[in-house]
């Protein structure tokens, strides 16, 4: 066996106690200025694998965001929990590919089981993995061109940019209607949707807004990007905040935001599974199973995946998603009972966008420590959002990191 393929002990020892050590919170959740002291050629020679971990060591986890911070409360990247990026580590060790049964038959089959599990949520037959909602709503968007004829898109201006992206590849028109005051789409009475496919946000990227998810009945295709709200509906508790995702085409939702997983893991169902696939697969004669969609090789994400719900369950993901919510609600109150600072409006998907008032936002952020919001712009002027998807957040830390800081300029 080549000594590539042997396990170092130590190696991976020493990994984990490197990475147990990052874990402590820093005074400032993310670094500004990384320093890469690295050649700034590749080397001739190499300097073998423990010395090669201990040069990354410090810009991959001492340098990293850190997504586990209790003062980190900004984006929709949360930490990944111990038995997810363990199962990852079998995943990146076995490197299945599931594009063909000879170097992935265990992975293909977890890949059917985790879109068995979670499709009865969202009312679809079936689906598959991609890596993220941008390859979700270019394969919905595909499906609806080759199996209804659709010739348009028409989704609000809130939503996701890869919508644009996946009409502009595709050769459809785009459309894009101007959102009510609350971000939701309103699509105009008299709108012709008979050769249209129709994309519904279900959380908006700055606002977590929700459309309407029953108002496009008349269109060829319904399509609704779940990005971020998707994963509410694996709670009882808030399942409804996308009732009429059923009706619905497709439907996308990106794991590796509220259902805690690594990067590059995201599902794509269907009202119909088995015509969308057979539109979209493809076949060659060094393949012994069908290509379908996107992606040619991929990786076994569901190993992961399937790893955090089988510990968790759908009530301990649910508890996940409704500590997030309530993080959310906590911080609404705060607020709210703090002159000085205003909302744009009450979260429906957790995303919570609020500022103090008349304060140059950049500066407040310079000023917090132990503490990291996002900034962003709505409508043309800058507000503090944000997003509940780290568990450890501390959030009346934070609002008290906010207020000092606040109290300093």
Not at 92 to 99: E, F, I, M, R
Not at 318 to 323: F, I, L, N, Y
């Amino acid at each position: 066996m080549h000594s590539d393929h042997i396990i170092d002990m130590e190696a991976v020892r020493f990994a984990i106690d490197r990475l147990h050590q990052s874990r402590a919170p820093r005074d400032k959740p993310v670094t500004l200025q990384p320093e890469v002291a690295l050649p700034a050629q590749f080397p001739d020679t190499g300097v073998g694998e423990q010395a090669a971990l201990e040069a990354l060591s410090d810009l991959a986890l001492g340098q990293s965001a850190q997504l586990h911070h209790p003062g980190y409360f900004a984006h929709m990247d949360p930490p990944t929990a111990t038995v997810t990026w363990l199962a990852s580590l079998w995943q990146a060790a076995t490197n299945q590919n599931v594009l063909h049964p000879d170097v992935g038959p265990a992975a293909r089959e977890l890949a059917d089981v985790l879109i068995e599990w979670v499709k009865p949520f969202f009312s679809m037959s079936g689906g598959h993995l991609v890596p993220g909602a941008t390859v979700a709503n270019l394969t919905a968007l595909w499906a609806a061109r080759d199996l209804r004829g659709v010739r348009q898109v028409i989704t609000s201006n809130r939503a996701h940019l890869s919508i644009r992206k996946a009409a502009h590849i595709l050769g459809l028109k785009f459309v894009e209607i101007e959102s009510a005051s609350n971000h939701g789409l309103v699509l105009p009475a008299d709108l012709d949707l008979t050769d249209a496919a129709v994309v519904l946000t279900a959380g908006t990227v700055t606002t977590g807004a929700v459309d309407n998810l029953t108002q496009a009945a008349g269109a060829a295709w319904v399509h609704v990007d779940a990005a971020w709200g998707g994963p509410l509906r694996f709670s009882e508790r808030f399942a409804d905040v996308l009732d009429g995702v059923e009706s619905a085409d497709s439907v996308g939702f990106s794991a590796h935001k509220w259902c805690f997983q690594p990067k590059g893991t995201a599902v794509v169902l269907f009202k119909d599974d088995k015509a969308a696939h057979e539109a979209l697969s493809y076949g060659g004669g060094y393949l012994s199973a069908p290509n379908i969609g996107l992606l040619g090789s991929g990786p076994a994400t569901a190993l992961p995946f399937l790893a955090s719900l089988l510990a968790w369950g759908r009530a301990g993901l649910a508890e996940r998603v409704e500590h997030g919510m309530a993080q959310a609600s906590q911080l609404v109150e705060l607020v709210e009972d703090d002159a000085r600072f205003e909302l744009w409006g009450r979260p429906t998907t957790g995303v919570f966008v609020w500022r103090p008032r008349n304060v140059d936002l950049v500066a407040l952020r310079v000023r917090m420590n132990q503490g990291w919001v996002a900034i962003v712009d709505v409508d043309g002027e800058a507000w503090l959002r944000c997003v509940p998807a780290n568990l450890s957040a501390d959030v009346r830390a934070l609002f008290a990191q906010t207020t000092a800081a606040l109290e300093q300029t």
